[in-house]
């Protein structure tokens, strides 16, 4: 089994976890596991969190699951998803 990178920065939250399966021969995908019961499936629910390069050792936020996108720095990233908040200037000035 592949594990989390060493620099991950982040703990999962309550009722998820973290999984990371192969994407490509130097990256891997990170998934964020959802451990709660859904009523439209008994299927394993997850969202990607994002990418890992293993060679670089940085990340990359989703396009998609399947799709890898712009490279992002660690701190910037949440819990929940490596994708960068756009924020207009009043919103960034509450952050």
């Known amino acids: 089994m592949i594990e989390l990178p060493?620099?991950?920065?982040?703990?999962a939250p309550d009722n998820y976890s973290y999984e990371v399966e192969s994407y490509r021969s130097n990256m891997?995908?990170?998934?964020?596991?959802?451990?709660?019961?859904?009523?439209?499936?008994?299927?394993?629910?997850r969202t990607i969190w994002g990418f890992y390069n293993n060679k670089q050792g940085c990340y990359?936020?989703?396009?998609?699951?399947?799709?890898?996108?712009?490279?992002?720095?660690?701190?910037?990233?949440?819990?929940?998803?490596?994708?960068?908040?756009?924020l207009n200037p009043l919103m960034a000035a509450f952050v």
């Open 60 to 86: 990359y936020a989703p396009v998609t699951s399947s799709k890898c996108g712009d490279k992002v720095e660690v701190a910037n990233t949440r819990p929940y998803t490596a994708m960068p908040l756009k």
């Open 6 to 11: 060493v620099d991950f920065p982040h703990i």
């Open 28 to 45: 891997v995908a990170i998934w964020l596991r959802h451990h709660y019961n859904y009523t439209y499936s008994s299927d394993t629910v």
